[in-house]
């Protein structure tokens, strides 16, 4: 199994910065997918930032400008850079890995990988 390990969150002011970290258990320089995804108390999970095993980026019009998703294969770690924070960033933010492969039916099957994910609170 693969396994995600978020890390970075915590409390900061409005318009400071974060840099979520996302340590996988697995090589990612192969991997269909992999993205930040958010959850607010009573509230969907939505999500933020995907990066593509390509490279291609993809951003929640709510955060493009002020967020960068990045990924390092060869320490297998995916990073969220938060820049200009407002108080509606303020969510558990969950690293997701997609990975397709075939099933035990060699069927194409697309497999989702998610964290524990990290407080991130910003606030006065």
């Known amino acids: 199994q693969v396994q995600l390990a978020e890390s970075g969150g915590g409390l900061v002011q409005p318009g400071g910065s974060l840099r979520l970290s996302c340590a996988a258990s697995t090589a990612i320089n192969n991997v269909y997918q992999m993205g930040w995804y958010r959850q607010a108390p009573g509230e969907e999970r939505e999500s933020v930032a995907t990066i593509s095993g390509r490279g291609v980026t993809d951003y929640a019009r709510s955060v493009e400008g002020r967020f960068t998703i990045s990924k390092d294969i060869f320490k297998n770690t995916l990073y969220l850079q938060m820049n200009d924070l407002k108080p509606e960033d303020s969510a558990v933010y969950y690293c997701?890995?997609?990975?397709?492969?075939?099933?035990?039916?060699?069927?194409?099957?697309?497999?989702?990988?998610w964290g524990q994910g990290t407080q991130v609170t910003v606030s006065s």
């Open positions: 997701k890995l997609d990975d397709l492969d075939l099933d035990y039916d060699s069927r194409p099957h697309m497999y989702h990988y």
